[in-house]
């Protein structure tokens, strides 16, 4: 069985930077048959897709248009885990930020949710 | 404004059925596979859906999916109170390589 744990602050000054770790347990994130996304959820905005990391033979990214420059996805092999990190962070930033996991062409697994508030 | 639409709301009583529709384009729905997304407030949104008509085990038959061109539906019978949530279909992009998620649709089941 998958299981994604999240961790980071729930709490971003603006202008700082947005950290946020997702832990893998029951998959690798150096599979070559899934990948690994972020995603965030706000009442304004509802699933907002931020970007994904993978590996075929080697690492790539996709980012999302909407915070392109701002966001980078790292994989961590040696701890088997993924990161999110957004810079210049505003309040519109404020949401309920989701790891995942995607097979073939649907999500299947999802981390718990960590609501990131942006506010001084 | 989302790449693929749905209707922000739809509303029907108890016991009844309902459709959701998400449609998109040549480059998104017409080019891969849609899914569908439940999602409660608090918690982790749950697939429905993938492939555009394939339901994952633990998912009743009350939900169903189908595609036709740029457009799915999501079907859901037999509406119980508990089917109350916010409802989304995704898809990948191939002209934004990126995913894209509809608008979302609240079910209200009155």
């Known amino acids: 069985q998958v299981q994604l744990q999240q961790s980071g602050p729930g709490l971003v000054k603006p202008s700082q930077t947005l950290s946020l770790t997702c832990a893998i347990s029951?998959?690798?994130?150096?599979?070559?048959?899934?990948?690994w996304h972020w995603i965030r959820q706000s009442p304004s905005r509802g699933l907002e897709w931020l970007g994904r990391?993978?590996?075929?033979?080697?690492?790539?990214?996709d980012y999302a248009v909407s915070v392109k420059g701002r966001i980078t996805i790292n994989p961590d092999t040696s701890k088997n885990h993924f990161s999110l990190q957004l810079i210049s962070v505003t309040p519109e930033d404020t949401a309920v930020y989701f790891c995942?996991?995607?097979?073939?062409?649907?999500?299947?697994?999802w981390g718990q949710g960590i609501l990131v508030t942006v506010s001084s | 404004q989302s790449v693929l639409t749905q209707p922000p709301s739809v509303s029907a009583a108890p016991g009844q059925r309902v459709t959701i529709s998400c449609s998109g384009g040549n480059s998104n729905i017409g080019n891969d596979y849609v899914s569908w997304y439940q999602h409660l407030p608090g918690t982790a949104p749950k697939l429905l859906i993938y492939d555009n008509d394939k339901r994952p085990s633990g998912i009743p038959d009350r939900f169903s999916g189908s595609k036709s061109g740029t457009s799915a539906t999501l079907g859901i019978t037999g509406l119980q109170t508990g089917d109350e949530a916010d409802y989304y279909c995704g898809t990948w992009d191939t002209s934004l390589s990126a995913w894209v998620f509809g608008g979302g649709t609240k079910l209200t089941v009155l």
């Open positions: 990391t993978y590996y075929r033979s080697k690492w790539y990214t």
């Open positions: 995942a996991r995607c097979y073939s062409w649907h999500v299947d697994y």
């Open positions: 029951g998959d690798s994130v150096s599979s070559n048959s899934v990948a």
